[in-house]
C-alpha cells in the first residue's frame, strides 16, 4: 500500500477524475477529504467511501473562497490530524468563441481555474510547512501546453497552472514540499458529450479516450513517495494527443 | 498492487549499473522476468547477484551486447523472446557521457561514437522491440533522454544531440504505435548519482570530483543528488500497465532543475 496512514484532501472530490482518484487513494491506505460544491454528490460519494470501510469526510466548500478553502482544511485537520496529500483538482471549462466570451465568465473560469487552484495550493503550503512537508498535485491539461479554439479563458488558466506549479515547486523544494502538476487528455467522463467521443478518440494516436482510473494512476505516483526527485512536473497523460 | 509485473517480461540495457541496474532490481522485486543487457558482463553478473538476493524468485537472462550493432540489438530482441516470449516493458536505457569540451574541440569520431551509442542504439532497440509488441498489440517502451535531451548544458555537443535526438524519436514513433496499444515515453534525469554521472564529474576535476559534485547540485531546487533507484520507481511506473495512456512526451526526474531556467 503506497499511502498506508496519508491523508489525502481532493477538491472536486465527488465527482470525475477526483473521485476515481479518492477510490484509488482509499484502496492504498490514505485517509480522504472530499471537497466538492456539489453536496449531493458529495454526499453521497463519502457514503459509498464509508461503506467500504475507508475513513472518507466530505466538506461542502467554494475553491475561490478564502474562508471555504481554510474551513476545508481546519475540518480535514479536526478529523484526521494532517493533510499529507492535496490533489488540487476542482475547475469547470466551457467552450464558446471568444469573442462572444463575456467579462464576467472570462473572470469565473479564471477564478476557479487559477485563482481558486492558487489558494488551495497556499493553504496546503501553509499546513505542510508546519506539518515538516508533503505533496500537492494541481490538475492542469494538456491545454495548459497548447491552444485550441473557443476555450481561450480555460486554456489561459491550464497554461496559468502549468507555470504556477513550476514556481511552487522551485520556491518550496527545500521545505519538503513536492508539487507537480496532472495534464489529462481526452479523458472518458461526463464532461466529454458522447457525441464527440468517437471524433476524439480518433484525434488522439492511442485511438482511444483516457480513462479516469488512469488519470487517477498518475495521481498516485506523483502524489506518492514513487516521486521523490521529481517536482515541478506537468505530467502529460494524453496518448499523445499534444506530441502531434 | 505492489505486483505490477507479475507474469510480465522486462528488457533492460545498460542493466550492469545505474539506473538500468536500479530500475532491474525493481521491477525483478514486483514479479518481472527479466531480460538484461550490457556491453559489461561482468558488471551485469553484479546486478543478477543483487537481484538473486532482493527478488530470489526472479527468473533472469544475461546478454553481453553492444547496442551501437545492429545485429547485436537483433540477437539481444530475438534470444528474449525465445527464452519468455514476449516483451512487455523496454527500457531502451544504454547510453554514455561522453568527453566534456567545447563544439569546435569535441572532435568528429567522438561525435560519431556518442550518437552511435545514445541515438542509432535507442533506434535500433526499437525497431526490433516494436515489431514484437505491435504484434503482441501491448507495450510499454521508456528511453532513457536526459534534461541534457531538453535543455542546454554545454561541453557536450555529441550527448546533447544524441539525447534531443530520443526525444524527437520517442515523440514520432509514440505517434505511430499508439493505435496498437504500444505506448512510448522518454525520461529525462538530471542529476542522478550514478556510475556515469561519477564519472563526468572526474572528468572536470579527477582529484576533487566530490566537491564539484557538491558544487554541481546547489542550484538544483531540491539541493541534492537524486538516487538511481528513485529513477527506477519512474521506470517501473512507466513500463507498468498503470502508464498505458502516458504517450509520446517526456518526463524529467530532476528535483525541478530544469524549470529553473
Redesign the interface.
Known amino acids: 500500500m503506497k499511502l498506508q496512514d496519508k491523508v489525502a484532501l481532493i477538491t472536486g472530490g465527488a465527482s470525475g477524475i477526483g473521485a476515481e482518484t479518492a477510490r484509488l487513494f482509499v484502496s492504498e491506505g490514505a485517509k480522504v477529504v472530499l471537497v466538492d460544491l456539489n453536496e449531493e454528490k458529495g454526499k453521497a460519494f463519502e457514503a459509498e467511501l464509508k461503506a467500504l470501510n475507508a475513513e472518507a469526510l466530505f466538506v461542502k466548500a467554494n475553491i475561490t473562497s478564502e474562508e471555504d478553502v481554510a474551513a476545508s482544511f481546519r475540518q480535514a485537520i479536526e478529523a484526521f490530524g494532517k493533510v499529507d496529500i492535496v490533489f488540487n483538482n476542482a475547475g469547470i471549462g466551457r467552450v464558446q468563441p471568444s469573442h462572444e466570451l463575456e467579462y464576467a465568465e472570462w473572470r469565473h473560469t479564471v477564478n476557479v481555474d487559477l485563482d481558486g487552484v492558487f489558494l488551495v495550493a497556499r493553504e496546503a503550503i501553509r499546513e505542510m510547512l508546519k506539518a515538516g512537508g508533503g505533496t500537492i498535485v494541481n490538475t492542469a491539461s494538456m491545454y495548459g501546453w497548447v491552444g485550441s479554439p473557443g476555450s481561450a479563458a480555460y486554456n489561459a488558466a491550464k497554461g496559468g497552472v502549468v507555470n504556477l506549479t513550476r514556481s511552487l515547486a522551485l520556491e518550496y523544494a527545500e521545505q519538503n514540499i513536492r508539487i507537480n502538476a496532472l495534464c489529462p487528455g481526452f479523458i472518458d467522463t461526463p464532461i466529454i458529450p458522447e457525441e464527440s467521443k468517437q471524433a476524439l478518440s480518433a484525434a488522439t494516436p492511442m485511438k482511444r479516450l483516457g480513462k479516469a482510473e488512469e488519470m487517477a494512476k498518475a495521481v498516485l505516483f506523483l502524489a506518492s513517495d514513487d516521486s521523490s526527485f521529481m517536482t515541478g512536473n506537468s505530467l502529460i497523460v494524453d496518448g499523445g494527443y499534444t506530441a502531434q | ?2 505486483n505490477r509485473f507479475d507474469g510480465k517480461v522486462v528488457l533492460i540495457t545498460g542493466a550492469a549499473s545505474g539506473l538500468g541496474q536500479a530500475t532491474a532490481l525493481q521491477v525483478a522485486k514486483e514479479g518481472a522476468k527479466l531480460s538484461l543487457v550490457d556491453l559489461n558482463s561482468g558488471a551485469l553478473e553484479e546486478t543478477k547477484s543483487k537481484i538473486a538476493e532482493a527478488a530470489p524468485n526472479a527468473e533472469v537472462i544475461l546478454i553481453t551486447a553492444n547496442v551501437a550493432d545492429e545485429k547485436a540489438v537483433e540477437s539481444y530482441v530475438n534470444e528474449t523472446v525465445e527464452k519468455f516470449g514476449r516483451i512487455d516493458g523496454f527500457f531502451n536505457n544504454a547510453g554514455i557521457e561522453g568527453k566534456q569540451n567545447p563544439t569546435e574541440d569535441y572532435g568528429i569520431e567522438e561525435f560519431q561514437k556518442v550518437v552511435d551509442i545514445n541515438l542509432n542504439g535507442v533506434f535500433y532497440g526499437m525497431k526490433y522491440v516494436l515489431k514484437v509488441m505491435k504484434e503482441q498489440g501491448s507495450g510499454s517502451i521508456v528511453n532513457t533522454a536526459s534534461v541534457g535531451g531538453i535543455r542546454g548544458v554545454g561541453n557536450q555537443s555529441g550527448y546533447a544531440a544524441s539525447k534531443h535526438g530520443v526525444v524527437g524519436l520517442t ?1 514520432n514513433s ?3 504505435y ?2 496498437y ?1 504500444v ?1 512510448i515515453k522518454a525520461i529525462a534525469p538530471g542529476a ?1 548519482m550514478t556510475p556515469m554521472v561519477e564519472g563526468s564529474l572526474k572528468q572536470m576535476d579527477p582529484d576533487n570530483w566530490e566537491e564539484v559534485g557538491k558544487q554541481f547540485v546547489e542550484p538544483n ?3 541534492r543528488f ?2 538511481p533507484e ?2 527506477g ?2 521506470a517501473a ?1 512507466l513500463l507498468s500497465d ?8 517526456v ?6 532543475q ?3 531556467y
Do not use: C, H, W
Not at chain 2, 498503470?242 to 512526451?249: G, H, L, R
Not at chain 2, 518526463?251 to 525541478?256: A, H, Q, S
Open positions: 498492487m505492489s515523440r509514440g505517434i505511430e499508439g493505435q496499444g505506448s542522478i531546487p531540491m539541493k537524486g538516487k528513485e529513477v520507481y519512474l511506473f498503470q502508464a498505458n495512456f502516458i504517450n509520446a512526451t518526463i524529467p526526474i530532476d528535483g525541478g530544469s524549470y529553473k
